[in-house]
C-alpha cells in the first residue's frame, strides 16, 4: 500500500497510493451498506459487523491522516466538535483538564457548560504564559491540556515543545487543535503532543462541502481505547460520502494549503500599510511577538487564516464586511473560496474577540483579486 519514504505531499497526493484490488479502479469505491454478513459459523471473520462501528471508506483518510501528523491511529468523527468532545468525554468526572483562553468559542462554550455540569473540572491559562501554565497544572489530578494553534481568531501561537514537558511532568496528556495549522505546516505528535485533532470540515477536506472531525493519536493506550469505544456508543461517525470526499479534498491538502498561506502573507503585507486597519493579527508579520515561535515551529508558511482591526470599531468593521465584493460573508474557514466574518457577532460576550475584528479565512484566488476587493470595501464600497 503506501510507502514509507515518500515525502508526506506524495502521501496525501495519491491517498497512500491505494487502488481497488477487485476492479482496479485508482479510485476506493464507496460501501453504502450499513451490515455486514455473518459467517454461517457465527463469526464475522472479516472484521466489521455493523456501519455505525465503522465503514471501509474510513480507512483510507484514517491511514493517511496518521501518516502525515507521523501518529500509531487515527479516527475520524462526524464533525470537528464529536473529535474535540470525545477527548474530554473519555476522561472521568473530577478530572481537572486546562484550557487555552484563546480558542475555538463553542469548544469552550461546551466545556464552561456542559462538561462542568457533567464533572470536569475546567481552568483556562494564556498558553503562551509558561509561568501561568506550570502554575494551574495539578500534578496527578490535571489529565488533559488542550492547546489550539495558531488559536481562533487572535492567531496566537504555542509552544507546543515545552507545554507538552509541562503537562507529562504533571502526569497529564497533550491534545493540539491543529485545524489551522494542518499537518503541512505542524506535526504536533512529533513536537511531544498525545493526540492531535483536526476539524475536518476546514483544511483537510478543503471545499466547504462536508462537516467532519479527526483524531489522531501519538501511542494506542486505554485512554485511546475508550475514545475509540465512544465514537461507536455515541455514534459520531461519518457518512461514507462524506468520507469519501474527505479523502479527495485531503489529496489536494498541500498545494491549497501553500497557496492560502502564500495568499495570507500578500494579505497581512496589504492590510498592513492600509489606512483603515488598526492591527493584523497574522504570526507572519515580523513585528508580531508570536512570529519567532512561529517561525520555529511551522514550516513552509504561518497559514491561511488572519485577521484585521479596522479603525472605526465595531460598526465600521461590519459596514466593511457589507461592502465585500469577491470574498465571502460567512463563517468557517479553510475552504478553496475566502471567506470574511465579523467574529464578535458570533462569539457574544464571553469571548476574548475585539468586535472591530474582522477574520480572514484565505483562500486560493489571486491574491491581487482578494486585496482590490478588501481595499474597496474599507474605502466605504
Ligand atoms: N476547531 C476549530 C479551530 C474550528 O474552527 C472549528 C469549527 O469552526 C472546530 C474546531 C469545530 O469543528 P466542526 O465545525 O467541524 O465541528
Not at 465584493?325 to 473560496?337: F, H
Request: proline share 5%.
Amino acid at each position: 500500500m503506501g510507502d514509507d519514504d515518500w515525502t508526506p505531499q506524495t502521501q496525501a497526493a495519491q491517498a497512500l497510493g491505494w487502488t481497488d484490488a477487485e476492479t482496479g479502479a485508482v479510485v476506493k469505491p464507496l460501501h453504502p451498506s450499513t451490515t455486514y454478513l455473518r459467517d454461517a459459523d457465527n463469526l464475522y471473520r472479516r472484521g466489521r459487523q455493523y456501519a455505525r462501528a465503522d465503514n471501509p471508506g474510513f480507512d483510507q483518510p484514517q491511514a493517511l491522516l496518521a501518516a502525515l501528523e507521523q501518529g500509531a491511529e487515527a479516527l475520524i468523527f462526524s464533525s470537528g466538535m464529536a473529535a474535540a468532545t470525545s477527548c474530554f468525554l473519555a476522561l472521568r468526572p473530577g478530572d481537572h483538564v486546562v484550557i487555552p483562553e484563546v480558542m475555538y468559542w463553542s469548544l469552550r462554550a461546551w466545556l464552561k457548560s456542559y462538561a462542568q455540569e457533567w464533572g470536569l473540572v475546567v481552568d483556562s491559562v494564556d498558553m503562551s504564559n509558561l509561568d501561568a501554565v506550570r502554575a494551574i497544572l495539578q500534578p496527578g489530578r490535571t489529565k488533559l491540556v488542550w492547546i489550539e494553534t495558531p488559536s481562533n481568531p487572535l492567531w496566537h501561537i504555542t509552544d507546543i515543545a515545552a507545554v507538552a514537558e509541562l503537562a507529562h511532568g504533571a502526569g497529564a496528556r497533550v491534545a493540539v487543535d491543529s485545524t489551522c495549522a494542518t499537518p503541512v505546516l505542524t506535526r504536533p505528535l512529533i513536537l511531544g503532543a498525545d493526540i492531535v485533532m483536526h476539524s475536518a470540515t476546514k483544511y483537510l477536506n478543503g471545499h466547504s462541502d462536508v462537516i467532519a472531525g479527526a483524531l489522531v493519536v501519538r501511542e494506542s493506550d486505554d485512554y485511546w481505547q475508550r475514545i475509540c469505544s465512544l465514537r461507536v456508543r455515541l455514534g459520531s461517525v461519518l457518512g461514507p460520502f462524506e468520507a469519501y470526499l474527505l479523502t479527495r479534498g485531503m489529496r489536494t491538502l498541500f498545494v491549497r494549503v501553500q497557496v492560502a498561506c502564500a495568499n495570507a502573507m500578500k494579505i497581512a503585507l496589504a492590510m498592513q500599510e492600509n489606512p483603515h486597519v488598526a492591527e493584523v493579527l497574522y504570526p507572519g508579520l515580523a513585528h508580531r511577538p508570536d512570529h519567532e515561535l512561529a517561525a520555529r515551529q511551522m514550516q513552509g508558511g504561518f497559514g491561511g487564516m488572519l485577521s484585521i482591526r479596522i479603525k472605526g470599531g465595531e460598526r465600521a468593521a461590519i459596514r466593511a464586511a457589507a461592502a465585500v465584493k469577491l470574498w465571502k460573508r460567512a463563517t468557517s474557514l479553510g475552504g478553496v473560496e475566502s471567506l470574511i466574518e465579523h467574529r464578535g457577532s458570533v462569539e457574544g460576550a464571553e469571548s476574548p474577540c475585539p468586535m472591530d475584528l474582522l477574520r480572514l479565512s484565505v483562500g486560493i484566488e489571486a491574491a491581487e483579486d482578494l486585496i482590490a476587493d478588501l481595499e474597496q470595501a474599507l474605502k466605504g464600497g
